[in-house]
């Protein structure tokens, strides 16, 4: 028999999975289950009913050596209410992020910044304004990195959707 | 036809066939025990312990192939069930548990008797369902049989509130299945197979390496007419125990951590490992990557998540084992095979030069004796379960198996106190028959469930419990032995009770026996009483099981007899 680790490439790599569930309680649970209970990790995981079906569809991001990978999919191939698991190779990402700031910030900086990363000013109060921007997930880090210096008071993620090109 | 979900339960589990529940009632499974009280279509056992009614209901399954049924009550009664559970879900046994849970308005208020029963048995169940509608539930315990005997087989537990089995509703069964999420894959893929055939004409030292999916999978036989018409030499796991026979001359033993050496060095030396239902448990390989190391692997399971899943499968089949060994039976005139019998011969050599054995004694009862002398005397009469520790290794070493589904144990999750239940389950299946179920345990395990003597004697159910005494929890005592320097924490057992008057007390037959001779009559006696027995028999204190393999070793690495070498 060959040497497992290195049959498989134990590289790290980042893989996004889309599954098709039954829209049906606890499901996500016996999802978030079996990642903890056999160590896997999960970057990120997005949820929403599917349009005029029983089925809802997860993104998860996951990271992990082809090996674990392969196991993923076939973990959850196997829990009973999932219908398809996509391991997707290209894909379109997008990762949406809310960003509050103090009102007395430059607003015109804020905007500025924020449509370059295809988002807008979404709210303003008398104290603070909402800013939000939907784009690649790393391209989204950037950009919270950058928002870093007018010391946003909350930042909410969403969590990646994908599509298959 | 209208009626209570109560009502549902009952009629539902008469469709499925269920001949028999193993169950423990309380106050959120009243209203199905109620019209338990009023119906003939099945025989209820009265367990003395949730945790028994499920290894019961295993027990009936592991030993005839059906489906094993246990209902138990919400809180601490379903709790107490988990363990037996997850040694079900381990084991991949097919078994539906169907527990009470408190009304759908308490659910969520920490209410009395109250626990997330779905919740916890997630982690070790094929399948889980909480019953929210009364029109649901049919559907969902038709849908719980399906699921525990199909596929790789397991639990499935059906959680039930009190108000749902209260409620009034119609009745209709489903005549069939329609689960679009699940479709098992039954038949192998003819490319997969016709490859792996042909690396088997091409090997020079192939091994067929059987699993517990054989016996879920029913194919023992098969099996046996496999290794038959190609000539390819055969070892067991533990759970496998049987499938191969063990006066077959290509069966070459045990594998594993106290397997034998014949089968230790076969895996060793194979170019070829052809792993019928197997799942590469670190209890069989012991060092991994040394594991079968020459080899390539055929890799055959029907769950695609057992194949890769820690050595690498050259040729991987996911099917149904029966499905996939027929064809591979039927595909070998179309295949110029090698000739194996030099390979064959061989391992005959290294069986002859290190045959399992132990030396006997007269004046003491070594524990393997009495395994080997009720192997004489039953045969393949004999239905053989164990508790969990060295007589279950010495059981499954030194007992005479012959054919599938005689050999009960706890493999996966190593239960202490699985032993009588199991076997009281397995009992009830072949009452009226000839069949003399005996149950091996220790002075340690056997107490763990020891209540279960009392379902015993209630329902007549004659189980034979040998207890070999060494006054010891005997494997942890080996291991601390052997690596932990003779330091002998908490493992030593010598205040007991008086075992004889034990069973006597729950109207059992009772024996304490220390010579040979004793164990002969006592055995006889209890044989020919057909009651449930326990004969405690006092056996040399320090034996170990042996041969071993230490943790962390290959298997060309064994312990083998002390002293006599």
Known sequence: MSNFNSYYN??????????????????????VGLFSARGYNIDSLTVAPMEDSPYSRMTIVTTGDKRVIDQIVKQLNKLIPV??????????????????FSIDNNLADIDVIA?????????????????????????????IKVMEKFNPLEVVRSGIVAMER | MRMSGAKMVIESLHKEGVEVVFGYPGGAIMNVYDEIYKQNYFEHILNRHEQACVIAAEGYARSTGKTGVAIVTSGPGFTNAITGIADAYMDSIPIVIISGQVP????GTDGFQEIDAVGISRPCTKHNYLVNKIED???????????????????VHVDIPKDITAQIGDFIYPSEVNMPTYKPTMNYNKKQLKRAMEAISNAKKPLLYVGGGAILSNCGYEIRDLAKKLNIPAVETLMARGVMGDENPLFFGMLGMHGEYSANMAAHETDLLISLGARFDDRVTGRLDEFASKAKVIHIDIDPTSIAKLVVADYPIVGDLRLTVQAMIEDIENHEIN????????????????????????????????????????????????DVGQHQMWTAQFFPFSHPRQWITSGGLGTMGFGLPAALGAARAFKGTNKVVVNFTGDGSILMNIQELMTCSEYELPVINIVLNNNYLGMVRQWQTMFYENRLAE???????????????????????????????????????????MIEVIVARNEEVLPMVPNGHSLNEMTLLKGDK
């Open chain 1, 10 to 31: 134990s590289e790290t790599i980042r893989q996004v999975i889309s599954v098709v569930v039954l829209n049906e309680h606890n499901v996500l649970s016996r999802i």
């Open chain 1, 83 to 100: 219908l398809k698991v996509n391991e997707h190779k290209n894909v379109i990402e997008k990762d949406t992020v809310l960003m509050k």
């Open chain 1, 115 to 143: 449509r370059a990363y295809h988002g807008a000013i979404q709210n303003v109060t008398h104290d603070s304004i909402i800013v939000s921007a939907t784009d690649s997930s790393d391209r989204i880090i950037n950009f």
């Open chain 2, 104 to 107: 759908t308005t308490i659910i």
């Open chain 2, 137 to 155: 539930l049919p559907r969902i315990i038709k849908e719980a049989f399906h699921l525990a005997s199909t596929g790789r087989p397991g639990p």
């Open chain 2, 339 to 386: 000739d194996f019998s030099n390979w064959v011969e061989l391992l005959k050599e290294y069986r002859e030069k290190e045959p399992l054995r132990y030396i006997d004694t007269d004046d003491l009862i070594k524990p393997q004796w009495p395994i080997e002398r009720v192997g004489k005397i039953l045969g393949d009469n004999a239905i053989i379960s164990t």
């Open chain 2, 491 to 533: 493992t030593d057992l010598t205040a007991q009770p008086k075992f004889k008057m034990l069973a006597e007390a729950f109207n059992c037959l009772g024996y304490t026996v220390s010579t040979k001779k004793e164990f002969d009559e006592a055995f006889k006696d209890a044989v020919e009483k057909r009651k449930p027995a």
